[in-house]
């Protein structure tokens, strides 16, 4: 029976980063890029990706001391188990389930935008039932064959931004189009802060939304084949090559479109293509981003799928997610997600511009109460560490600026978290389905924890009682 339960580590270290990288690099700087310009300018896009990048740093290398010393497939939601209290543990396994789950809802829609390029007059339910058809048959291979497809889509994604970054520094400069932009745009339609610190702060989801993914090291280090090695490498690598995609690529739209001209309708990718007088490529990188919305919802399907089988082993789940089929897949997992990710077929009944934020926003929250618990769990874990005498040095990768960086990261989501709904109280009344959806998480996550927590009578793990040595592969 054992075979049919457990994971197969069949995943490279470049695996593990180009699989961290597919669920970062997505829609969130393909198209929600846009949406953050137009809303709060280049500028307050460039601080409120800035900030969150510092806040991701320190929640990547706090889940990398974590996953180095414990490699299991479930990741945070064990840890919150094990280190601080099990209701915690329960409640950050589903929300982390519900996050990713929603999440290849959203990218799915996003494909039904990118396929409006070439189908004006299709709807939009057709190409999100066939892109979610596509993510769940991937889904069902081994863990090695779904590594290698998404290290080569991954690959896509990378090299189509950073020939992006080539081509608008060419027009920027005038090389390409004989005209020299400069950053006259920033300034433009009231840049480059445009709608002040209130944007900024309602941009900051957006932003964690678009930087959510990078946690997928914790998760692939159960399916790791040398989890000690390949997670460091990974965490120090993924890091700073999104940050730097991403803050190029904020300064090449800035420079190019005025904050008025981005937008979700037309990814900024497709426009400054277009700009320079290249109709071909803006069909063909219309191509590359489809590619990518497969990409992240594919990782999607993964991180939700193996957090599910996670929490079934560990009794927090109906035990029949957690068997798995020849091969290492969870398939009753997989298909529990692809019930909650068909939430993109609401596309059918709005449109799907305003479907796509409604769910940009319900993931996001979820994703930083994830983060949140990942700056927790680190936080506790060092102290159990230290409590029961312990030495650092023994430690395979030690997290940098502790205790300082999960404070930060963790005051940083709490601000996130309180303030992100701020966009929809207007003087005008508040737009509750935009409001709603972006407080969604709080209560379900609250109610899922107190719950479990009355239900079983769980208490706070105390420091000396914490036990280092379970789930330890050496062990």
């Known amino acids: 029976m054992e075979s049919n339960t457990e994971l197969k580590r069949g995943l490279k270290e470049r695996h593990i980063s180009m699989i961290a990288m597919g669920g970062a690099i997505g829609t969130g700087i393909f198209l929600a890029m846009g949406d953050s310009i137009h809303t709060a300018g280049a500028g307050g896009a460039l601080v409120a990706y800035g900030a969150i990048g510092v806040m991701v740093y320190f929640l990547i290398t706090s ?10 497939s479930g990741s945070f939601g064990v840890y919150a188990s094990e280190f601080v209290d099990p209701a915690f543990g329960f409640a950050m396994g589903w929300n982390y389930w519900y996050n990713w789950a929603i999440t290849i809802a959203t990218e799915m829609v996003a494909g039904a935008l990118v396929m409006r390029f070439w189908f004006p007059h299709v709807p939009a339910i057709v190409w999100s039932s066939l892109f979610l058809t596509i993510v769940v048959v991937l889904n069902l291979l081994s863990a090695k064959a779904y590594g290698e497809a998404e290290f ?15 081509v608008g520094a060419l027009i920027i400069f005038g090389i390409m189009n004989g005209q020299y932009i400069g950053f006259k745009n920033f300034f433009a339609d009231g840049g480059p802060f445009v709608g002040g610190g209130k944007a900024i702060i309602s941009i900051f989801l957006i932003a964690g939304f678009s930087f959510q993914g990078t946690e997928l090291i914790g998760i692939t280090a159960g399916e790791s084949e040398n989890p000690e090695k390949t997670i460091p490498k990974a965490v120090h690598t993924i890091f700073w090559r999104i940050l730097i995609f991403y803050m190029g690529t904020i300064l090449v739209i800035g420079c190019i479109l005025t904050a008025k001209q981005a937008g979700v309708e037309t990814s900024p990718f497709t426009m400054v293509f277009e700009r320079a007088g290249i109709a071909g490529a803006a069909s063909v990188m219309n191509a590359v981003i489809l590619t990518s919305v497969l990409s992240a919802g594919n990782s999607g399907m993964y991180a939700s799928s193996r957090m599910l089988h996670s929490m079934a082993h560990e009794g927090m789940a109906p035990k029949i ?24 077929f609401l596309t059918g009944l709005y449109s799907e511009n305003q479907v796509y934020i409604w769910l940009v926003a319900a993931s996001g929250l979820a994703g930083f109460i994830a983060w949140l618990g990942i700056a927790v769990c680190h936080y506790r874990f060092r102290g159990a560490y230290i409590a029961q005498g312990r030495d650092l040095k023994d430690l395979p ?34 737009q509750w389905m935009g409001f709603i959806s972006s407080y969604l998480g709080i209560p379900l996550f609250l109610i899922i924890l107190i719950g479990y927590k009355i239900k079983n009578k769980t208490k706070i793990i105390k420091l000396k009682d914490v036990d280092l040595n379970k789930n330890r592969i050496n062990e």
């Open 152 to 166: 080569w889509f991954a690959s896509i994604k990378v090299v189509t931004v950073i020939i992006f970054l080539i």
């Open 321 to 344: 997610f957690g068997k798995t089929n020849k091969r290492g897949v969870p398939v009753n997992a997989v298909l529990l997600t692809t019930v909650v990710a068909s939430a993109c």
């Open 397 to 430: 990768y030690r997290a940098k600026l502790y205790p300082f960086g999960p404070i930060i990261a963790f005051v940083l989501c709490a601000i996130v978290i309180i303030g992100q709904g701020a966009s929809y109280v207007t003087s005008g009344g508040i």
């Open 63 to 72: 889940l990398g001391e974590m996953a180095t010393f414990m490699p299991i």
